[in-house]
Structures are given as C-alpha cells and as structure tokens.
C-alpha cells in the first residue's frame, strides 16, 4: 500500500523563501519513495511525501518549524492510494 503524507504550513509576513528553504533542507529519519514540494499564494509551502507502508504505519514526519517563521500550526493529512476496481 502506499501511504502519502501531507504537511502544509502558511509562513510569516516575508518569511515565505525562509519557510521554503527551511522545508527543502529538512531531513527525514527515513527516505520516502518520493518526496515533492511546492509553494502557492500567501506564502504558502506543501510537502507531500510517499510511502510504502500500511495507513497506520509510524513514518517520519516534517517537524514543526520554529513560531517566528509561520502564522498558525502546520497542517496534517495522511492519505491511502486506492485504485478503480
């Protein structure tokens, strides 16, 4: 099974490039089958990683970066892949 996990956060006033920056250079205790990243409007970053584990496996996860580079919590989700049978 594959399993994505998905880590968005909003970054501060101007902070957007550092919450980028901080993003890419975070590294995991495991590699994934794949990692992306991407930025949107309002400073936004989005990290979504796969894995080939089961949905309740325990997988590394990007941390929360420091107070001063974000507005608010980072946002979670996990997704399972499902195929059209």
Do not use: C, K, N
Request: no cysteine; net charge negative; aromatic share 10%.
């Amino acid at each position: 099974m594959t399993v994505a996990l998905m880590w968005e956060a909003r970054a501060s006033e101007g902070r957007g490039a550092d919450l980028l920056a901080w993003a890419r250079a975070q590294e995991l205790a495991r590699e994934p089958l794949r990692r992306e990243i991407f930025r949107a409007p309002q400073d936004r970053v989005l990290v979504i990683t796969w894995w080939d584990a089961p949905y309740d496996a325990e997988l590394p996860e990007l941390p929360e970066p420091d107070r001063e580079l974000v507005t608010r919590a980072v946002h979670r989700w996990r997704f399972e892949s499902v195929t059209d049978d």
